[in-house]
């Protein structure tokens, strides 16, 4: 599995693309990525060319500092193996919402389909490490407070 390391989006928006669902602005403030109201439930989502770029990026995982800010509905905050157009994605996802974590897939269509889920209380003011792991057909995702151990570490 080929690794891919950033610690901010300071090559934003040069080496990002904005996928599905445009009407929102992305922006880079202090190193950190934020993403403006667009359409509500709908995909909102950055790729990162240097990996759409790599023809051996089926097998991926993403471990990533996540903040929420809205924690009403269910916010869908990583994805992977994305193609398609708006209204048509493929893709899975993690998502959450304040009291759980979620896996998703959604095939050629607007709707995803819940795969998993797991009870998690989610905190708006606390920042939350994020590893998501797809490998062939195995899904895998883990949740954790910063400053905490992960889960299943070690």
């Known amino acids: 599995m080929t690794q891919y390391i950033t610690t901010d989006f300071s090559d934003h928006p040069a080496d990002w693309t904005s996928r599905y669902d445009t009407l929102g602005t992305w922006s880079v403030t202090g190193g950190d990525l934020g993403l403006s109201a667009g359409k509500s439930n709908d995909w909102r989502v950055l790729s990162w060319n240097d990996i759409d770029a790599d023809a051996n990026r ?25 193609s398609g157009a708006d209204e048509s994605a493929t893709l899975y996802s993690v998502a959450a ?3 759980t974590l979620r896996l998703y897939y959604c095939s050629g269509s ?9 009870s998690f209380t989610i905190s708006g003011s606390t920042d ?3 590893r998501f792991r797809v ?8 949740i954790w407070a910063d400053g905490e151990s992960e889960p299943g570490a070690g």
Do not use: C, M, Q
């Open 58 to 82: 089926d097998n991926v995982e993403v471990l990533a500092l996540v903040r929420f800010v809205s924690l009403s509905g269910t916010n869908h905050f990583l994805t992977v193996r994305g």
């Open 110 to 118: 607007d709707f995803p389909n819940l795969i998993n889920s797991s």
């Open 97 to 99: 919402t304040s009291s």
């Open 135 to 142: 490998d062939a057909t195995s899904l895998k995702a883990r």
């Open 128 to 130: 939350y490490w994020v």
